[in-house]
């Protein structure tokens, strides 16, 4: 558990060194505290239509400070005031693909659960793939040899 929490405040301390400077601007990042939580529990939509879209927009990306919830599921400070954003900008009628890339353009790829094909990306997509890959050619020698050796 300590070794957790501790790279949990390593990856932190990391992540607030690689961000952008007009990250700290006080729209996009605010400490989490009751008026914020309520603004985001109780933020109200222009339509149901737009907040479903908001809701599951927030289901798709990645709490960077969790790193395996939503910014739904999450209860942490940053998701909470991510949410927030996600929000305030589909009611602004921003796009879906406007809130992801003023996200991705934040924190990087880091927080979209499907990330793009892209050539920083090719080991994530392609790595599978090239393991199955491996797996069957080592099986399939293993076998040849076993034929070539007449053992069964």
């Keep these: 558990m300590y070794v957790l929490r501790v790279s949990q405040a390593i990856f932190l301390a990391w992540l607030a060194l690689m961000l952008p400077s007009s990250f700290a601007e006080p729209q996009v990042f605010v400490a989490a505290d009751a008026r914020l939580v309520e603004s985001v529990e109780t933020f109200s939509f222009r339509s149901r239509t737009e907040q479903q879209r908001a809701m599951e927009l927030a289901k798709t990306l990645r709490c960077p400070q969790c790193q395996n919830q939503n910014l739904i599921e999450s209860n942490s400070p940053v998701a909470k005031d991510l949410r927030l954003k996600v929000y305030q900008m589909i009611n602004a009628g921003k796009t879906d693909q406007e809130v992801i890339d003023f996200m991705t353009s934040r924190f990087g790829d880091f927080v979209l659960y499907k990330p793009k094909f892209a050539p920083n990306t090719y080991a994530l997509w392609l790595g599978p ?10 099986v399939y020698r293993s076998f040849s040899r076993r034929e070539s050796t007449g053992s069964h």
């Design 129 to 138: 793939l090239l393991l199955i890959l491996l797996f069957g050619f080592g």
